[in-house]
């Protein structure tokens, strides 16, 4: 059983910046890929960007060249960087691995994104 723990978010002003964390514990984290995932009120969850066990990267087209996903294996760890954050970042955040079936969802950091 693999369990996140996603820690990081708060209230930022639009440009501004945040670094989201996500502790992995249960498995064998460097063996599979990781992806950050957030749900805006009233949509469903998507997918922000992922890394692959390796560090391939992939983002979605509104966070290209803004947010940067990294991982340390060593700490079970998976990070994304989020600058010149907008107001339609605002959403909570989630971690996961990045595959066709999910481990159970943790409970995701707020990203407030407000003038």
Do not use: H
């Amino acid at each position: 059983q693999v369990q996140f723990v996603e820690s990081g978010g708060g209230l930022v002003q639009p440009g501004g910046s945040l670094r989201l964390s996500c502790a992995a514990s249960g498995s064998i984290f460097s063996d599979y890929a990781m992806g950050w995932y957030r749900q805006a009120p009233g949509k469903q969850r998507e997918l922000v960007a992922a890394i692959s066990s390796i560090g391939s990267t992939i983002y979605t087209d509104s966070v290209k060249g803004r947010f940067t996903i990294s991982r340390d294996n060593a700490k079970n760890t998976v990070y994304l960087q989020m600058n010149s954050l907008k107001l339609e970042d605002t959403a909570v955040y989630y971690c996961n691995r990045y595959a066709s079936d999910f481990y159970s969802w943790g409970q995701g950091t707020q990203v407030t994104v407000s003038s």
